[in-house]
């Protein structure tokens, strides 16, 4: 009996840490890249010779910041409760709906929480649905690039650098030792 009580309570400390460990994936960095997303727009904003370019480049990004970390913590509220999957879209539908619901009545009365609501659940399930579908082709994209040892910088056959193989390197350094020996004994004759 306290066997099954120590693997109850193991289980419970490794799904609790398991859920604090990726936080910055799910929550961190979502925020951070919407930030800069935000910032961006701001530079291409037709408000920033009225406002400034800094001012209203910060706008936008605290504003995609605030939307964004609202979201995702909607989304990883929802997830807890449910203790669904991290990669289950109802989470993200529901969390959007929530927090849609929540911005939209703080904008816009009534009438602009359902907007907000309905379009921050279809906007967020479908990022999430994207960002699952192409998570698999960067990972292994990434692990192409920093896996490969020797073979990250092909130059071209007719590049004046060349990379030698055992044998061609043991070939130039017999020429290189034959030039040097040439060089001296023209010194010792002068």
Same mark, same amino acid.
């Given at each position: 009996m306290?066997?099954?009580?120590?693997?109850?309570?193991?289980?419970?400390?490794?799904?609790a840490s398991s859920?604090?460990?990726?936080?910055?994936?799910?929550?961190?960095?979502?925020?951070?890249?919407?930030?800069?997303?935000?910032?961006?727009?701001?530079?291409?904003?037709?408000?920033?010779?009225?406002?400034?370019?800094?001012n =209203?480049? $910060?706008?936008? $990004?605290?504003?995609?910041? =605030? *939307?964004?970390?609202?979201?995702?913590?909607? #989304?990883?509220?929802?997830?807890?409760?449910?203790t669904?999957?991290?990669?289950?879209?109802?989470?993200?539908?529901?969390?959007?709906?929530?927090?849609g619901?929540?911005?939209? #009545? &703080? %904008?816009?009365?009534?009438?602009? $929480?359902v907007?907000?609501? *309905?379009?921050f659940?279809?906007?967020?399930?479908? *990022?999430?649905?994207?960002?699952?579908? *192409?998570?698999?082709?960067?990972?292994s994209?990434?692990?192409?690039?920093?896996n490969?040892k020797?073979?990250? &910088?092909?130059?071209?056959?007719?590049?004046? =650098? %060349?990379?030698?193989?055992?044998?061609?390197?043991?070939?130039?350094?017999?020429?290189?030792?034959? &030039?040097? #020996?040439?060089?001296?004994?023209?010194?010792?004759?002068?």
């Open positions: 306290d066997s099954m009580r120590k693997s109850d309570s193991e289980e419970q400390v490794s799904s859920s604090s460990s990726d936080w910055k994936e799910r929550f961190l960095f979502p925020t951070l890249l919407a930030g800069v997303a935000g910032g961006g727009a701001g530079l291409v904003s037709k408000h920033r010779k009225v406002h400034g370019l800094a =209203i480049c $910060a706008t936008y $990004a605290t504003n995609f910041a =605030i *939307v964004t970390a609202c979201y995702c913590g909607a #989304r990883e509220f929802v997830r807890a409760s449910r669904g999957k991290p990669d289950d879209l109802l989470n993200s539908a529901i969390g959007g709906f929530g927090s619901a929540i911005l939209g #009545r &703080l %904008q816009g009365g009534q009438l602009g $929480a907007r907000y609501s *309905v379009m659940a279809v906007v967020g399930t479908t *990022v999430d649905y994207a960002t699952i579908r *192409v998570k698999p082709a960067l990972r994209y990434y692990d192409s690039l920093v490969k020797d073979d990250w &910088l092909k130059l071209p056959e007719w590049s004046p =650098i %060349q990379v030698l193989d055992e044998e061609a390197l043991a070939a130039k350094r017999a020429r290189e030792e034959e &030039l040097y #020996r040439s060089v001296h004994n023209l010194k010792k004759e002068s």
